[in-house]
């Protein structure tokens, strides 16, 4: 599953986000909660499941 912020980011966790320290493969459940969209800075509590 994939998880939208209100900006339009989109969180995959097969991509993951390497530039946020997050490697590819690394499930929603498993990113820190103090991860931020890479895009707009909103927390993981922001996005939603798409």
């Known amino acids: ?4 912020c209100p900006c339009g980011y989109i969180y995959d966790p097969e991509v993951g986000d390497p ?3 997050i490697a590819p ?11 931020v969209c890479p895009v707009c800075g909103l927390g993981k509590d922001a996005f939603t499941p798409v």
């Open 1 to 4: 599953m994939k998880y939208e």
């Open 19 to 21: 530039e946020g320290g």
């Open 25 to 35: 493969g690394t499930a929603w459940e498993d990113v820190p909660e103090d991860w």
